[in-house]
């Protein structure tokens, strides 16, 4: 059965590059037919899809994150990484990582999902 695990830093400083890594095991980051993505929930608002790297190497973005974000993955580590840049404190949220079969999925039911992570964004 494969799990995700989210890990990197709790606190975030306002203007900084947030970098959080999703660890994937009991399964390879190499197969086909999955989006690795990531998945943000603020405080008090619903699930937001950020972006996803497939199988292939290709990424793909939420709009309105689309000039901040980049992700990437790593083979060898089987890890795949989400940067934000520039990070205000509306950036505040829970942060998972998921294994799916679609891109812009949001429902927790569908595919495999870390156990999040908090990230604050404060000085």
């Known amino acids: 059965q494969v799990q995700l695990q989210e890990s990197g830093p709790g606190l975030v400083k306002p203007s900084q590059t947030l970098s959080l890594t999703c660890t994937v095991s009991?399964?390879?980051?190499?197969?086909?037919?999955?989006?690795w993505s990531w998945i943000r929930q603020p405080p008090g608002k619903g699930l937001e899809w950020m972006g996803a790297?497939?199988?292939?190497?290709?990424?793909y973005y939420s709009p309105s994150l689309k000039s901040r974000a980049s992700i990437s993955k790593n083979t060898s580590k089987n890890q795949f990484t989400l940067q934000l840049s520039s990070v205000t404190p509306e950036d505040t949220a829970v942060y998972y990582c998921a294994r799916v079969h679609n891109l812009g999925v949001t429902d927790r039911s569908e595919g495999d999902w870390g156990q999040g992570t908090q990230v604050t964004v404060s000085s």
């Open positions: 790297v497939a199988t292939s190497g290709d990424t």
């Open positions: 009991g399964g390879s980051i190499t197969t086909n037919y999955y989006y």
